[in-house]
């Protein structure tokens, strides 16, 4: 296996053709301090069939959640990823082709793009949404960058039990473009209403809420929705859209604009990425829209056919009329999403997110009988913060020896929140892995009782 495939005289000539007379030329501005000083010690060549041999051996160390059942979530999830996301989305014609520049050539992607947005404006029960975004984080940003646009306010109410991730972004953005926040203190898991009453004013640009919370916890949409109503500030709403098989569509309690992750359709993990933003909203806010819209129509032959339109971003209008600055969308991760959503249907989603709630109901009862109770009351959809006696972290040290993924310490984002851990149960956790995290998790409990 070679993995520097040029000779001696190749090399050579490539170093005169730079004006290096070795590689310890090229490597003359790094100070010795810094340099290795010895070789790597890296074993002698051996044959393609050994080195395949020693990274399987190594591979297997690996911890995945092919491996370990994963009770991972805030954000992130083990959905359970259908064979025909993969066989569709690893076709040639779609797999290696990149963002349609040149739609009159792309008509096979742009329709997948069409396809796409039809499914998250009908899922959102929004009119119309657009070709995707990066990920879930900064589709809240730009989806807060929009309403700013909309209604010129310069204040943003924000909950405090949005995902802490998506406000560090939300902050981010929102500080290089002069808008103030306000942070809504955490009733317990879920938002009071009337704090977020007591914050709005005639400056609020948006109120932003996420449904179901990083908790877990369902929020009381409607009510929150009737103050942005009120106000006349505009209500930007962060949901997962699995839940919204069994929970009211967004379009139901109000929302203006409605975002996501949409990693947990047809996507997996992937070590964090890539993933997948949506966003949708009114018709009467399509200009303000971010990034691109593919559009339906005819050609000159009267065929039906597919182009972007409105495309209101930096690199085709000039910079200061532009919504936005993203360059692209993830329109293979979309791909997926789309063909997912299409293989399940409205009857398959709703069984999805039944299926979560009901195993997450399962494991509450479970947990329960093991002196392991939740954070906080409420309703949930397929996750919810428990309290252990100890620190969550030495809590999924110890978990992770039985090949049990235990859950989000709370502590990383909350330092009174130390020993909890907020667990995720999606359709993929069988009642065998819950009774055993209920059983691990009781016996830390029992342990620290002696």
């Not at 051996?57 to 995945?64: D, G, H």
């Not at 339906?296 to 085709?316: I, M, N, V, Y």
């Not at 397929?382 to 620190?391: I, L, N, Q, T, W």
């Not at 310490?409 to 995290?437: C, Q």
Request: hydrophobic share 40%; aromatic share 8%.
């Amino acid at each position: 296996m070679g993995f520097l495939p040029v000779d001696e005289d190749e090399r050579s000539a490539m170093l005169r053709a730079i004006g290096a007379g070795s590689f310890a030329d090229l490597l003359a501005d790094i100070p010795e301090s810094l340099r290795l000083g010895r070789p790597l010690g890296l074993p002698g060549p051996v044959s393609e069939l050994e080195a395949r041999a020693c990274l399987r051996s190594l591979a297997s160390s690996n911890a995945s959640c092919e491996t370990y059942a994963c009770f991972v979530g805030g954000g992130a999830y083990d959905h359970y990823v259908p064979s025909v996301v993969d066989e569709i989305s690893s076709r040639p014609e779609f797999y290696t082709a990149y963002t349609p520049y040149q739609p009159e050539i792309s008509q096979g992607t742009l329709q997948t793009i069409y396809e796409f947005q039809s499914l998250i404006a009908r899922l959102t029960g929004m009119e119309i949404s657009n070709a995707s975004l990066y990920d879930g984080g900064t589709a809240l940003a730009e989806a807060v960058l929009m309403a700013r646009a909309i209604n010129g306010r310069s204040e943003v109410v924000v909950s405090g039990c949005v995902n802490p991730s998506k406000a560090a972004i939300l902050a981010t953005y929102l500080k290089a473009a002069g808008t103030g926040i306000k942070m809504a203190s955490r009733k317990g898991g879920s938002t009071d209403p009337e704090e977020i009453r007591s914050l709005v004013t005639g400056g609020t640009s948006c109120v932003v809420l996420e449904n179901p919370n990083f908790f877990g916890g369902i929020e009381e949409c409607a009510a929150i929705g009737q103050i942005c109503k009120t106000s006349g500030a505009l209500f930007v709403v962060s949901v997962d859209p699995v839940s919204l098989g069994v929970l009211a569509a967004p379009s139901e309690y109000g929302a203006d604009i409605v975002v996501g992750e949409g990693q947990g359709l047809g996507n997996y993990l992937n070590y964090g990425g890539p993933y997948l933003g949506f966003m949708a909203t009114h018709k009467a806010h399509i200009r303000r829209l971010p990034g691109r819209i593919v559009g339906k129509t005819l050609d000159s032959a009267g065929r039906p056919c597919f182009c972007l339109t409105l495309q209101t971003r930096e690199q085709h209008i000039r910079r200061e009329k532009a919504t936005s600055n993203i360059c692209t969308n993830e329109a293979l991760v979309a791909l997926r999403a789309a063909v997912y959503l299409c293989w399940l249907g409205k009857q398959g989603l709703r069984e999805i997110g039944e299926i979560c709630l009901s195993k997450a109901s399962y494991a509450e009862k479970a947990l329960a009988s093991r002196g392991i109770r939740r954070e906080f009351s409420g309703p949930y959809f397929k996750e919810f913060a428990v309290h252990a006696p100890v620190g969550a972290e030495g809590i999924v040290r110890a978990l992770a020896r039985k090949r049990l993924l235990a859950g989000l310490p709370l502590g990383r984002f909350y330092p009174e929140l130390e020993n909890s851990l907020l667990v995720a149960f999606t359709e993929k956790r069988t009642r065998a892995e819950i009774d055993l995290l209920a059983e691990s998790l009781g016996d830390i409990v029992a342990r620290q009782a002696v």
